[in-house]
């Protein structure tokens, strides 16, 4: 695989710090007896056992596999549960999930207007000390996010009108190091386009296969461990402006797209870093390009984290 960066001038992310509003995510509030059983059925990711100190990367997926949004939940109460999605899928999101009730004890609405989110980034001193671990202070959530760059980051969810006590950070450089994290969530021009394992949901503890069932389990597992998964999520740069759901391009085929771009930042000095899913036997050399065949090249960097083998 090509990891070597271009030559950039550079960028020191070890003074990062501050707070950053983030309007471009909501949450789903599920709230009844039954909602943690509710969703531990719909969801990758198993939320019956899920304790108040926890958070949950998970995926709600179709019947054939594919992602129809991502979420970060965390247990405010024993009865109530928030989940953290892209704004622009939580409306069709909502809907379909609400369509399998039935006669679950569970009430599931938008409380996007009702809670406040905040991306914080820092030397995480008082927080959650491992990922997906969640602090409550008062009526203020705290969720520990993978870090990125070498800096902690976490979520903040509060009520609207409360904010973080910490100076501004510029959207750019969080929207940068959550590409950087190498976690992408499923925003609305990307889904149902993967199963979760080509987000590498696997390895940042976005899937459990030990739990029950949920819609599409069986695509999800056969792509586990049937040897059947062809595609992988790898972090790129570019030096040209790239968009969410741009096709990447390997030499080898001008023709047929290799990949897709997940998610994609400003770097802090020139171009731009993503996330892009492509075929695995595309990683292993020749020039990838985003756009088109002759569109900009990618360079891929090192993921931030293995690539889980044995779950």
């Avoid at 739990?211 to 790129?236: N, W």
Wanted: hydrophobic share 45%; charged share 20%.
């Amino acid at each position: 695989m090509t990891t070597d960066r271009p030559a950039l001038a550079p960028f020191d992310a070890s003074t990062l710090a501050g707070a950053v509003r983030l309007p471009q995510l909501g949450v789903i509030r599920v709230v009844g007896e039954d909602a943690a059983s509710f969703l531990h059925g719909q969801l990758t990711q198993d939320f019956s056992l899920m304790g108040l100190s926890q958070a949950r990367l998970a995926a709600f997926c179709s019947a054939k596999g594919r992602m129809l949004a991502s979420f970060v939940g965390i247990k405010r109460s024993h009865q109530e549960i928030w989940l953290v999605c892209a704004q622009d899928v939580l409306a069709p999101t909502l809907k379909r999930l609400s369509m399998f009730v039935l006669r679950a004890k569970a009430k599931l609405s938008d409380a996007s207007g009702e809670i406040a989110l905040y991306g914080l980034v820092g030397d995480g001193q008082g927080w959650p000390a491992s990922t997906w671990a969640k602090t409550d202070q008062g009526e203020v959530s705290l969720v520990r996010l993978p870090d990125a760059q070498g800096r902690a980051r976490a979520l903040w969810l509060a009520p609207a009108g409360v904010v973080p006590d910490l100076p501004a950070l510029d959207a750019s450089l969080w929207q940068w190091l959550d590409v950087h994290s190498g976690v992408a969530t499923v925003s609305a021009p990307v889904v149902e386009a993967f199963v979760p394992q080509m987000l590498n949901y696997e390895s940042v503890d976005g899937v459990n296969f030990k739990k029950g069932c949920y819609p599409g389990q069986e695509v999800v597992a056969r792509s586990q461990f049937r040897g059947t998964l062809k595609r992988r999520a790898y972090l790129a740069h570019g030096e040209a402006p790239m968009a969410v759901g741009d096709n990447v391009f390997h030499a080898s085929d001008a023709e047929q797209p290799t990949g897709t771009v997940v998610a994609v930042a400003a770097h802090p000095v020139a171009g731009c870093d993503a996330i892009v899913s492509m075929q695995i036997s595309s990683a292993d050399g020749g020039r990838l390009t985003v756009g088109a065949a002759d569109g900009t090249t990618l360079t891929l960097l090192p993921l931030p984290y293995p690539l889980r083998d044995d779950i």
